[in-house]
């Protein structure tokens, strides 16, 4: 609970109507200028791969959106600048007064989300619709890898606690996202003071080698830090050498610290060979009573070097991840994009060779269906207008297919947006973890491993498979 | 020349003092309360490997990080947020009338260095100087990032056309420096309006997917956009049928730009195999006499794609580049580091049982020697109050060594703050992208390659040496 007003510190974006691509004003003039303004237009977001070879994406980003979209409007300066650019006098009057108006559909902050699904669907004016994209996609897509990233290191850290060092090392200005999705995704603290301020989540950090190398001697330095934060002693041992110095000192200010009647928190291992010194570490400790002083581990860590240090039994207490969590490493970015399913409620797709690149036309919506153990079986994406459909289809190989008219089944996108108004109060990132925290337990474990996870079954109905399937040949015929 | 006012959308973080990580206000708390807040500290920025296996970086973010130190305070609402994490009322008094009144030495914007070499020195006192290290790292890390992979990109291309489309994919607010950086880095243009306003960079863009799908056929869609933009022309081929439909409808509407007095600018293709459809693209523009017609091509691409394509012969006129630009894609992450050279004039260093891992102590300089062609030669990290020495060392093998008498040099670091006040107008990223440029130019080829570059030579000196090994030694007896 915090008595600081982080309203204002939030809204860090505070132009988003011009964070977005050039393409989006040229085309927003274009429907203006053919009169088409008053169109309506439904979009769908979704991705197509999931990083990191992974089973699952934790669905990040949404709450971030909906709050910039509160202030999502054009300013003199801008309009001013678009004029330069030659944009032209009637349709700057019309951004003048530009106002979101759209209704927006979408999965939970959260939620555990798979491929080609529709996680939100955005609909309103063609002009609003097609301006949001960029931001809609900037924002969505890199929290959600890295909410992603965050849940896969928990997952391999089990009951160990996992805390977000990255920030030094995120991609600019974006590491106020990555640690919130970092949060999201089940990492349990940031070192992140800024993330700490604004979303109440909590703050961790004790000292950095140069504390040490500032004093005379790791002794000295130790002491004075003990002195200070008595109830939060994390010391760094590996400056100088870690299990000739670093660790006997280590013990020395615990014996200290004993005597003032306090238990020293920790150690911090930040090189070498982690199984190895920490197995070290904690029989020095060990051997001097210390049993209580936890070990955490930091430098260059991810999913599977926690997992693989686990699966040594090496006696670590705390990750502390960087690099690797804020920027997701080796697949930095989520490939989700933003496709026109209609226009005036006429579907739309887009063609392409590859059969899987063909977009899924019209007004979807999404059915999560539950197994008998009420974990999760498979999503369906149908038409708006359909109610539960008995059967789903693979998207592809139609004669593949699931009955699922017994299946319990709920909607995965919910109204979050209505005519630009908000329906409902934003949650903190610590509900949206606890949400994806419980989201998890119903998904089956074949799905959350890390080698060649089981792919979970997205499929479509038989009245949007024929449809799709009857745009695509009719604009075949005409091209 | 812009006729806006940019000052304050430049300065989008708010908050400077606190995008730090937690254990720096832990430990200026303690430098304070030990009384040790009168020290000077002496820092060194430098990264230890070049990112992408390339041959070299091109600095970027100090402009970035230099306009931010202007409003680094901290506020009452952070202060209060200090109090209840259990901060102290008289160290938070400190920091309520905080000024940042360092010392900044730098390289500048766009300047080509290398491995190990201090790129930044900070002097003032040890709290100042330490506070500064998480939000230093996060801005010269990921600009440099950025820069390095733009110049890489741009090399590739050679006198074609390289434009940034990447802030969709870019990490949060992180994409508002990736494209400040990209232009720095020797790309073109970019997508991200809020760049070009903000920087007075080119934009460009102009039509998605969605807005040929929108209209009843691509034909009338490519005619509408025409209408509207028949000098800013480039039409999406790719939506239906390239070959079929998108090329040879292009060619109609360019031959009615034709009657109207106008030449189309070009055509753009964003899937299937581009040296293919570029070149039957290509073909079929030139048979309707619209060899004037450029040709675009973006998806996925990257540096080593563009150089395929361009030795393909594949007649591509402009690139677009997104995710792998803005993210920097296989290396997301420069590994800069901020490591205490010296505390009240006395050299510190951190040792490490990796012997390229022990930090250089004291307070120190670079310098750029220059061959006979006026070339780069290597360049030499030398004490500060040294003048030019004889010989420079490999940093590691000290038998290993290159006489420098005969060359000129000149210092690679700048004093750019004195007192926390700027000494120099912060140039443009236009002006820091022909720096770039121009020092690029005298960077020697084999270091450019994208293959087993060369290595560039960066030694230290005798007395430098004879510093860390006496250091190394004394601390060693020591622990």
Redesign the interface.
Known sequence: M?????KE?KS????PA??????????A???F??G?HG?R?C?DYFFRDIPFEGGYVVFAGISDLLEILESFRFHE??L??LA??GFRPEFLNYLRDFEFNADIYAAKEGEIVFPREPIVRVEGT?IEA?IL??LL???L???SLIATKASRMKYAAGDHKVLD?G????????????SKAAIIGGVEAT????S??VHNIP?????????I??FE??LTAFR??A???PDNCILLVD???TL??GVPNAIKVAKELEERGYKMKGIRLD??DLAYFSRKARQQLDDAGLDYVNIAVSNQLDERLIKSLLSQNAPIDLFGVG?RLV???ES????GVY??GS?NGQP??????NIE?ITLPGRKKVLRYFDSDGNFYGDGIVLAEETKPNVIHHPFYPAKHSTVSSFNSEPLLHPLLENGEQLHELPSPTESAAYAKQRLEKLNPEHKRFDNPHIYKVGISKKLMDLRDNITQS??Q??
Chains 1, 2 share one sequence.
């Open positions: 915090s008595l600081v007003d982080t510190a860090i974006l505070k132009r011009i964070y977005t691509d050039y393409y989006e004003l040229t085309m003039q274009g429907y200028l053919s088409r169109e237009a979009f300066d801008e001013q600048y330069e650019q063609i097609q994209e960029t996609l900037n924002i897509n890199f929290e060092f920030l030094r090392r995120a991609q600019g200005y974006g590491g106020i996202q990555a070192s992140n003071v800024y700490s301020f703050a961790s950090g004790t000292m950095a080698h140069s504390w190398q500032s001697d790791e004075k830090y002195e200070y934060y400056t100088y050498d000739a110095s090189s070498g690099t920027t997701g490493h930095p970015a989520l490939d496709k026109l226009v739309k797709l887009k063609l392409s060779e690149k604009l075949k005409k091209s």
